[in-house]
């Protein structure tokens, strides 16, 4: 089952992150924890088995721990605009400011 929440509760979610749960759900068989007890999958795992989906629509997609292939979400930003801290994310749609991390079988968004 996947169950999400919307912060900040006083607003309404957007299209594009309701079109990023709607890849959660289309997946849920395969990556609910509840049918997989005897062997938890890895957050690894569970990117490639939504990494069409959130292609599809129009998210970036993390394909590897190294360089360029991961990615950069800047959170702090120091002078001239300059990002003083930044995180890596598993998945991130620019546009809309989606930061998606799956984390020990536990997503994210």
Do not use: C
């Amino acid at each position: 089952m996947i169950n999400w929440q919307y912060v900040p509760k006083f607003g309404k979610i957007t299209d594009k992150l309701t079109d990023t749960i709607n890849v959660f759900k289309k997946v849920d068989n395969k990556i609910d924890s509840e049918n997989h007890k005897s062997k938890k999958l890895g957050s690894n795992t569970i990117l490639v088995i939504l990494k069409n989906g959130l292609t599809e629509i129009g998210s970036k997609v993390e394909f590897g721990k190294l360089g360029d292939k991961k990615i950069a979400v800047p959170f702090l930003f120091g002078l001239n605009g300059k990002p003083d801290k930044q995180s890596f994310a598993d998945g991130y749609h620019r546009g809309e400011e989606i930061v998606i991390e799956i984390e020990a079988a536990a997503a994210v968004i």
